[in-house]
């Protein structure tokens, strides 16, 4: 699970967002906000914020920024994805275009 922060009448929301890597240069995201579907469909500037914790009990966090946009109905979907969808979820496409984390 992760989040995806998105600006509503411009201020800051982050709403909950399963996600699945495509290739090596995209983030697909099913969320079931529409706010997330509205900001896709205008291109806005969509943010990815993902946090763990290794098994050495070292926490991570990776923050990943770009322009959002509609995703095509032919994607490979994740059985995570497949269940949001199922669940009424909207999929959108991000991709990686500023990548920023930190460990330890």
């Known amino acids: 699970m992760a989040r995806v922060v998105i600006s509503v009448k411009c201020l800051p929301v982050a709403l909950?967002?399963?996600i699945s890597l495509v290739g090596r240069d995209h983030l697909l995201l099913a969320?079931?906000?529409p706010a997330v579907r509205q900001a896709a469909e205008r291109n806005d500037v969509l943010s990815i914020q993902i946090d763990g914790l290794d098994d050495d009990g070292m926490?991570?966090?990776?923050m990943v920024s770009g322009i959002g946009?509609?995703?095509?109905?032919?994607?490979p979907l994740?059985?995570?994805l497949q269940d949001a969808l199922g669940h009424g979820a909207k999929l959108v496409m991000l991709p990686l275009s500023v990548v920023v984390g930190q460990h330890g």
């Open 16 to 18: 909950p967002a399963r």
């Open 78 to 80: 994740s059985r995570p």
């Open 59 to 62: 926490v991570w966090s990776v």
């Open 31 to 33: 969320s079931s906000d």
């Open 69 to 75: 946009s509609v995703a095509g109905e032919d994607e």
